[in-house]
Nanobody, 119 residues
Framework: QVQLVESGGGLVQPGGSLRLSCAAS????????MAWYRQAPGKQRELVAG???????NYAESVKGRFTISRDNSKNTVYLQMNSLKPEDTAVYYC?????????????WGQGTQVTVSS
């Protein structure tokens, strides 16, 4: 397992932008599938965006066209660029990763970073 540390959360006004970062320890990051999840108060954790080790991406319908997931294997980091933020994007955002594919109980998770969209 790798250790994941998220950063970049904060308070932003509706329509604003934030970029989240998730830094991973270890030397095999390039073969990791990565994803961002979020959990709002009183709601279940939901997938926001994912990226395979090959660079293919997928997004929740609610963020398509506004969020972009990317990775820099030289920095062992995955990013989530969030534009046109809405109050309903308010949540704790978590980074997760696993070798080749996600979905196992052994997937690594970060501690989360709070994103609050409010005027």
């Amino acid at each position: 397992q790798v250790q994941l540390v998220e950063s970049g959360g904060g308070l932003v006004q509706p329509g604003g932008s934030l970029r989240l970062s998730c830094a991973a320890s270890g030397s095999v990051f390039s073969i990791y599938a990565m994803a961002w999840y979020r959990q709002a108060p009183g709601k279940q954790r939901e997938l926001v965006a994912g990226i395979t080790y090959g660079g293919s991406t997928n997004y929740a319908e609610s963020v398509k066209g506004r969020f972009t997931i990317s990775r820099d294997n030289s920095k062992n980091t995955v990013y989530l660029q969030m534009n046109s933020l809405k109050p309903e994007d308010t949540a704790v955002y978590y980074c997760t990763g696993a070798p080749l594919r996600l979905g196992s109980s052994t997937d690594s998770w970060g501690q989360g970073t709070q994103v609050t969209v409010s005027s």
